[in-house]
């Protein structure tokens, strides 16, 4: 499966934006880009996914580079229930695979008051 | 609706007893996953079930661990003979159907502690 980079953790600031950054040079044609986070204590959590457009949702937004071979996840206004790890993976959106997530290390993302 | 549950929350077992944990998926969705996550470790995954099919077993660490899947719904992770390093958060998760297609939905998981 094609990998994924992420920074170990990163900090905010309560009440403003983090860029959340991953690299997936190795990305293949089919596979779509899926974040997940985990909150503390929890379980992880679907955030988004997306191909090649950049997506909005409730959560989050997701920005996909052109070339496809990084992503970034956009919290507009991160508030201290976003701290959590939060993952970035390949999914093949075309292939018969059963499916199973496959996550790195994730970024730890500390917001602070 | 209900969201994936998973019972017990905590379990502290000696090591060398076999014990039981236990996934109630979302009704309806057809695909199961058991994932492990250990201090220090990421997510692993273990077992998948997709309705009645036989269970693919590729990431189960040793013959010590199976899993089970009773009327395509509720299904148990069973350890034998415990060995402190089976030490972990084992989580399941639930989708519609199997596949890269469809978001997976966990539960908060079973915290297992082998003394």
């Known amino acids: 499966d094609a990998k994924t980079t992420q920074p170990n953790s990163m900090e905010s600031n309560e009440e403003e934006p983090v860029h959340l950054p991953c690299n997936h040079s190795t990305i293949s044609g089919t596979d779509y880009i899926h974040w997940y986070r985990q909150l503390p204590s929890q379980g992880p959590e679907y955030v988004i996914h997306g191909l090649t457009s950049n997506v909005n949702n409730r959560m989050a937004s997701l920005a996909i580079a052109e070339d496809r071979k990084s992503s970034t996840l956009i919290l507009h206004r991160a508030t201290l229930r976003d701290a959590a790890v939060y993952y970035c993976i390949l999914r093949d959106g075309y292939g018969g695979s059963q499916g199973n997530l496959i996550f790195g290390k994730g970024t730890k993302l500390s917001v602070k008051p | 609706g209900a969201g994936v549950s998973q019972s017990p929350s905590n379990k502290v077992t000696e090591k060398g007893k076999d014990v039981e944990l236990r996934c109630d998926p979302i009704?309806?969705?057809?695909?199961l996953y058991w994932y492990r996550q250990s201090l220090g470790q990421g997510l692993e995954f273990l077992i998948y079930?997709?309705?009645?099919?036989?269970?693919?077993k590729s990431g189960l660490p040793s013959d010590r661990f199976s899993a089970e899947r009773t009327g395509g719904s509720v299904s148990t992770l069973t350890i034998q003979r415990t060995q402190q390093e089976d030490s972990a958060v084992y989580l399941c998760a639930s989708s519609l159907l199997a596949g890269d297609y469809y978001e997976q939905y966990f539960g908060p998981g079973t915290r297992l502690t082998v003394t």
């Open positions: 079930f997709q309705g009645n099919s036989a269970p693919d």
């Open positions: 009704s309806g969705h057809t695909a």
